[in-house]
């Protein structure tokens, strides 16, 4: 098996190249999925959205505490696009602007419901520590 080196890069202690683990790589880029990459997974997971439609869903889901700005927006989709959490369903002409929608893919859904389980673990942890804190006075809550 031959491992993928990063070209330009390397060690400057032995000049060797640095292999690239990818594998690494993805899974720790799903260990942590930011708030708005959750509700934007979340948001599609519902139905196919074009853009504008994602940053609606996302103001609904975050009862709005979330509002996505275009540049986050659209660097958002471009990224999940590129991990293949998310494709691009069709494209569509509105008053002469095009209109990208997006879906859930595969491997997206299977990301959303691993970060839901993962969140899920959390919240109880919080919530168990929550219940066993002792008040300020020092007696439990």
């Given at each position: 098996?031959?491992?993928?080196?990063?070209?330009?890069?390397?060690?400057?202690?032995?000049?060797?190249?640095?292999?690239?683990?990818?594998?690494?790589?993805v899974?720790?880029?799903?260990?942590?999925?930011?708030?708005?990459?959750?509700?934007?997974?979340?948001?599609?997971?519902?139905?196919?959205?074009?853009?504008?439609?994602?940053?609606?869903?996302?103001?609904?889901?975050?009862?709005?505490?979330?509002?996505?700005?275009?540049g986050?927006?659209?660097?958002?989709?471009?990224?999940?696009?590129?991990?293949?959490?998310?494709?691009?369903?069709?494209?569509?002409?509105v008053?002469?602007?095009?209109?990208?929608?997006?879906?859930?893919?595969?491997?997206?859904?299977?990301?959303?419901?691993?970060?839901?389980?993962?969140?899920?673990?959390?919240?109880?942890?919080?919530?168990?520590?929550?219940?066993?804190?002792?008040?300020?006075?020092?007696?439990?809550?």
């Amino acid at each position: 098996m031959r491992l993928p080196v990063c070209a330009g890069w390397e060690d400057p202690a032995t000049d060797l190249p640095i292999l690239r683990l990818t594998l690494y790589v993805v899974l720790r880029s799903m260990a942590v999925v930011h708030e708005a990459t959750y509700l934007i997974l979340t948001a599609l997971a519902e139905q196919t959205l074009h853009g504008y439609g994602v940053v609606q869903a996302v103001q609904r889901l975050s009862a709005g505490e979330i509002t996505l700005r275009p540049g986050t927006l659209y660097g958002a989709l471009d990224r999940l696009a590129e991990q293949k959490l998310i494709t691009v369903d069709h494209e569509q002409v509105v008053d002469g602007r095009l209109r990208r929608y997006y879906r859930l893919s595969a491997s997206g859904t299977t990301a959303l419901a691993t970060q839901t389980e993962r969140l899920r673990r959390h919240t109880a942890a919080a919530e168990r520590a929550l219940r066993t804190r002792p008040d300020p006075a020092g007696s439990p809550a």
